[in-house]
């Protein structure tokens, strides 16, 4: 590298001339990316952030959609009795690490359009 260049995030070479390759990320692509390789579109070569195939979630595209969607209906399911009893919606009565995936599934779809 040329003394005075810096390297951008997501390039590498003499004059930041080449873009990361699918699995690497960062400043002179250093890092590698952690994204579940079969399921996922693109690493971010900038950020490493996994970019998901249709049907797949999660940091990583570790989560299959179907999967997730079953969770979430058979949780609210058992929910739904005991939230009656506590007078709340059968949503709030998911487990937090089941919420959080559903935001985050969604908040995926909402940028993605």
């Not at 070479?13 to 952690?34: E, M, N, R």
């Not at 952030?49 to 595209?61: E, K, N, R, V, Y």
């Not at 998911?94 to 779809?109: A, G, H, M, R, T």
Request: aromatic letters at 8%; charged letters at 15%; one cysteine or more.
């Amino acid at each position: 590298m040329q003394r005075g260049v810096a390297l951008q995030p997501g390039y590498r070479g003499d004059q930041c001339q080449q873009q990361c390759d699918s699995q690497h990320w960062g400043q002179d692509c250093a890092y590698l990316c952690q994204c579940v390789v079969s399921n996922t579109k693109n690493c971010e070569p900038n950020t490493g952030t996994c970019i998901c195939s249709d049907g797949f979630t999660g940091d990583t595209c570790e989560l299959e959609v179907s999967i997730v969607s079953g969770l979430l209906a058979a949780s609210f399911h058992r929910k739904v009795s005991k939230s009656n009893e506590q007078n709340l919606h059968p949503f709030f009565a998911l487990p937090s690490e089941i919420l959080q995936k559903l935001v985050y599934f969604v908040n995926s779809k909402a940028s993605a359009t």
